[in-house]
């Protein structure tokens, strides 16, 4: 299948890069007549059997925990269907309605050829000195809140997947099918998450602010977005966290960024959504907010009350 037409002064460029490309190039930049394009190939595995069993086994382990945290099992061929035909089609419906992501040249089953729209996020976050790092989490946090109230979901909305373009915010990476299979707001929900996970993994961010950072993004997201089935969405998946609480926290002692954030982040989303946990642990937050205040246009106190009157 071929959806988009290669413009002709891409042709013998791609074809050259095409027959060079290994096994392990997925991403490559293309320059032509003093123009970038992103080139993205359609992953080739060396043991296909083996790669399509581990893809299905994550793509079941991805569709439980979905039942578990929101009420909803996708299915798990559908969360299957991430490739760069899926992602060439979803680009050109989100670019043909005026969302920042790239514009598609060329689309295949095999390839995608599209717009470079600059450096991601966590590259500027690490330019930027420490104190200064904050207004970069304020952009992310409005921009996918905005996206979202557009009526649209992501998939892959972590920091490493928006870039800064044209002083705007940009998406790219939308391989994920993870939100054919959730209602909207549950798929809104998890992006949110993705974002705030990142969050929590990036080390240009003291370990002691980040629960407040990420208190504040929630507040924000909150503020800005008051779709109320988005936060009925975010509460569920609070609470499952919650009931997970004693699992979570073990794991947070296993060596590694992954597993620590994932805590982080569920205490987060609790302390922000669950009031019962909120009041428990009222004065850790207080204690960190002070470096969050500095930087925002309201307080934590003020967001909070934003939050709740609406």
């Not at 850790?284 to 709740?308: D, F």
Request: hydrophobic share 45%.
């Amino acid at each position: 299948m071929k959806e988009v037409d290669l413009p002709e002064n891409l042709r013998e460029p791609l074809e050259t890069l095409l027959a060079n490309a290994d096994d392990d190039s997925r991403i490559t930049e293309l320059r032509v007549d003093g123009r970038a394009y992103i080139v993205k190939i359609q992953e080739r595995w060396r043991f296909p059997r083996l790669a399509m069993g581990a893809r299905r086994a994550r793509a079941v382990l991805v569709s439980w925990l979905c039942r578990l945290l929101f009420g909803q099992r996708p299915q798990a061929d559908q969360l299957l269907r991430n490739d760069v035909w899926f992602e060439g089609r979803r680009l050109k419906f989100l670019h043909g309605r005026g969302v920042r992501v790239p514009e598609v040249f060329y689309h295949t089953e095999q390839v995608l050829v599209m717009q470079e729209i600059g450096r991601v996020f966590p590259e500027h976050i690490r330019e930027t000195e420490p104190r200064d790092r904050l207004p970069w989490l304020d952009r992310a946090t409005r921009a996918l809140a905005d996206f979202h109230r557009r009526g649209f979901w992501h998939g892959g909305a972590q920091l490493r997947n928006i870039t800064w373009f044209q002083d705007e915010v940009w998406r790219l990476d939308f391989e994920e099918a993870v939100g054919d299979g959730l209602a909207l707001p549950v798929a809104q929900a998890y992006d949110f998450f993705q974002l705030l996970q990142s969050t929590m993994q990036s080390r240009e961010f003291p370990e002691a602010d980040r629960l407040a950072i990420g208190a504040w993004m929630l507040l924000l997201y909150l503020e800005r977005n008051r779709d109320a089935s988005v936060r009925a969405s975010m509460a569920d998946m609070a609470n499952g966290f919650r009931r997970l609480r004693p699992l979570l926290k073990l794991l947070s002692f296993i060596p590694g960024r992954d597993l620590k954030a994932l805590w982080r982040t569920s205490q987060v989303m609790q302390l922000v959504l669950l009031p019962a946990v909120r009041q428990a642990d009222a004065e850790q937050l207080r204690r960190q907010s002070a470096s969050i205040e500095a930087h925002s246009a309201k307080t934590m106190p003020e967001l909070l009350r934003s939050v709740e009157n609406a």
